[in-house]
């Protein structure tokens, strides 16, 4: 019952394609200028990224009602790239209307562990930072005392600085003695009334003052003496300032419109009172130590500005390439010192969606937060509170230091914009979907239209602008010549995963980021040969040498078929073999190629039907499972409406070992079961894809190119080409 030739029930010869039908050609005289040096580079949205105008209304629509979205597409397509044009379009026309906030991390009195998370809006952060480094300074120098100065105390300072004033004049008039003088000076050193004098004067030199006659050279002498002036005018400016000193209660009285920073510093004041600490400037040089410890300890009185929008013109917008804990949220640095090193809020660094605050930060492969449960949480508290907390216990497992510091939460109310590819539904939670109202689908491909093609034109002056500008690359490429231009359109074409529709219109690829790479080579191809644009020949070099791994697979594939390591007949007929057609990714998975696969099929009596050796190898996809039941149901609705059939045939994928995915193998292992239940041969010249439905529908066909090429390649290398294709 099985007798039945398929090719005679279906005429395939009326299907045939015409070769020049395959391939789409532009033609470069529709092009106005001569080459891409006449067109200027635009900075408009709408020339930048084409094809995306659904996303991009979308995208405007989310951004304007501050709402978060996730932009949805194959890697390449301009996601990133329009998240970014849009969110710096926004913020410049935001730019006059817009108040920003800093954001400040100060020191816990009561919890050290627990910074103090402080807003103030811009540029008050700087300033608070400011004025408490200068008053950490003051107490370093000197220029500050404990408590507020008396009477007493101020008529003390003037009399010690008139006193100061006398030593200096009497010390300049010695100068301008010994200025004067020849020869050497002779002194006599009496030794110490108080062995305490003895001493200071040890700790404040460092040596053992010298007891008896001493002789010393003009220019000796003349050095101390200036050392003298300067340590006493020193002294005297710091007696000025401390007459004049800027107590640390006006700082609360400046920042007294702000609650929580107020509070903070009178909690400043008490801790100044209660433990003021002595003058490094009055420590001697020996308690380097000392002085250090004493760095350390003013941390406290310091703030760390991890928000700074003082320079930030319009929202400020964050982009997040490598998400994780540390660039998202932020981190604790490591301190080689332990508990006695800087204080813990000195060591906090913000990550960029609190310095989105009030902006846009836009998360790049934001699947792997999806995929990360802690990020995932993160991002959700960000997404829920508009909130995030530095250090916390992710420790090691976030790849932080923290050591269990977390600082109080800081401000993170910004929208988030997310780049993913197509798999991020997989792991898209339900929480995670009503955060993220917007869901836009970038398309793949756009008409292949002249406006999109003179898009294209314009998308090579970006690139090849984009690329003389970048200080790194030493050598500037040229520009495109038209045919040059027209070559990257056919490329785009060609990479287009639509050739055309219903309404015979075609399509090119919306995926401009392998473009950029065959832009850039063959600019680089041109300067090889010192030409002052790249042409035709040089886009198609860089294409060869971009497809040189997928080519070598291919040839290597052909030489091993001609030698017969691998067994494929392209002559004559056989009985259950077809020739199908596979698609695999080169070694670094940048190129795909296409090369033929002996599917061999053999039937015996039975009981188990149709069998496939791939899938019970376990070496079948999902996709390949389902597309092997879609086969199994053709032959049952075919074949066994009124009665089961009992045999079994087994189907192989001949010398192939690597994992089989995808559904377009299902027409030719079809075929092969055919021809093996009716004993009638397959033309082995011609190789057969694509998918069918459990009716025997024929269905669209993915890798044609590919396919094509691969099989072509095969049939060159043993000289086999068909009477009408010799040409």
């Keep these: 019952r099985y007798s039945i030739s398929i090719f005679k029930m279906i005429n395939i010869s009326k299907y045939e394609v015409n070769v020049k039908e395959l391939r789409w050609n532009c033609n470069p005289k529709e092009f106005e200028f001569k080459d891409t040096s006449q067109l200027k580079e635009s900075g408009r949205l709408e020339d ?69 998370a402080l807003s103030l809006p811009t540029p008050k952060g700087s300033e608070l930072q400011t004025d408490l480094n200068q008053l950490v300074n003051d107490i370093k120098n000197g220029r500050i005392t404990k408590e507020k100065l008396s009477e007493e105390n101020i008529n003390e300072i003037k009399k010690s600085e008139g006193e100061l004033e006398e030593q200096k004049k009497y010390i300049y008039k010695f100068l301008e003695k010994i200025k004067k003088s020849n020869g050497n000076f002779k002194f006599q050193v009496k030794p110490p009334e108080d062995i305490e004098d003895w001493i200071k004067s040890f700790f404040s030199s460092g040596m053992i003052p010298h007891v008896g006659p001493i002789s010393m050279s003009k220019e000796q002498v003349q050095k101390i003496a200036e050392r003298d002036i300067y340590r006493t005018e020193t002294e005297i400016k710091r007696l000025e300032n401390l007459l004049k000193q800027q107590r640390p209660e006006y700082l609360i009285e400046k920042y007294k419109a702000y609650p929580k920073v107020k509070g903070f510093l009178e909690r400043v004041v008490q801790d100044l009172t209660e433990n003021f600490p002595e003058p490094s400037s009055m420590m001697p040089q020996v308690t380097m130590q000392r002085q250090e410890d004493q760095e350390k300890e003013l941390e406290k009185y310091k703030v760390n500005l991890v928000v700074n929008n003082s320079k930030t013109k319009g929202l400020p917008v964050q982009f997040i390439q490598n998400p994780n804990i540390q660039n998202m949220v932020g981190d604790v640095q490591h301190d080689p010192y332990g508990l006695g090193g800087r204080k813990p809020h000195m060591r906090a660094k913000a990550g960029k969606l609190p310095r989105a605050n009030g902006g846009i930060a836009i998360i790049d492969e934001l699947i792997t937060v999806f995929k990360n449960p802690i990020l995932t949480d993160y991002l959700l508290t960000a997404l829920e509170e508009r909130k995030v907390r530095i250090g916390g216990g992710y420790g090691l497992i976030g790849g932080g230091s923290s050591a269990g510091i977390e600082t109080e939460p800081l401000d993170a109310n910004c929208i988030i914009i997310g780049c993913a590819n197509e798999d991020i539904r997989k792991y898209t939670t339900d929480k995670m979907a009503r955060r993220f109202k917007h869901k836009i689908l970038f ?58 529709n219903a309404n015979k219109e075609k399509y090119l690829t919306n995926i401009l980021d392998a473009m950029k790479d065959v832009v850039q080579k063959a600019g680089l191809k041109a300067l090889d040969e010192h030409s002052l644009v790249v042409r035709n020949k040089h886009v198609k070099q860089a294409l060869a040498d971009i497809r040189t791994p997928a080519i070598k697979e291919q040839i290597n594939y052909a030489e091993k078929v001609k030698d017969g390591t691998i067994i494929l007949h392209t002559q004559d007929k056989e009985v259950g073999y077809v020739n199908g057609l596979v698609v695999h990714a080169d070694p670094f998975k940048t190129e795909y190629f296409g090369f033929p696969a002996r599917l061999e099929a053999i039937v015996s009596a039975g009981k188990r039907g149709l069998v496939s050796t791939t899938e019970n190898s376990k070496l079948s996809g999902e996709v390949f499972t389902k597309s ?7 032959f049952k609705q075919k074949y066994e409406q009124n009665a089961p059939q009992y045999y079994e045939a087994r189907l192989d994928f001949n010398q192939l070992y690597n994992p089989l995915e995808g559904d377009s193998a299902s027409i030719a292992t079809t075929v092969a079961y055919l021809s093996a239940f009716s004993n009638i041969g397959v033309i082995q010249s011609k190789a057969v894809t694509g998918s069918m439905n459990q009716r025997g529908n024929i269905q669209a066909v993915g890798g044609v190119n590919e396919k094509i090429e691969g099989f072509y390649r095969v049939c060159k290398e043993q000289g086999l080409f068909d009477k009408k294709s010799k040409e």
């Design 443 to 500: 398309d793949n491909n756009m008409l292949n239209t002249k406006e999109n093609r003179m898009a294209y034109a314009y998308f090579i002056v970006h690139e090849v602008s984009d690329y003389n500008k970048n200080s790194s690359n030493r050598e500037k490429i040229p520009h495109f010549s038209r045919e040059g231009v027209a070559a990257i359109i056919e490329e785009g074409a060609r990479f287009a995963t639509r050739f055309g």
């Design 628 to 634: 092997f039941e879609v086969i199994v149901g053709y």
């Design 48 to 116: 930048i990224i084409k094809g995306q105008e659904i996303a991009k209304k979308q995208l405007k629509d989310a951004i304007r009602l501050r709402q978060n979205a996730i932009l949805v597409g194959p890697p390449g397509c301009g996601k990133s790239l329009l998240a970014n044009k849009l969110a710096e379009q926004y913020s410049a026309e935001l730019q006059d209307e817009i108040q920003l906030t800093d954001q400040v991390l100060a020191y816990n009195f009561d919890d050290n562990f627990e910074p103090l």
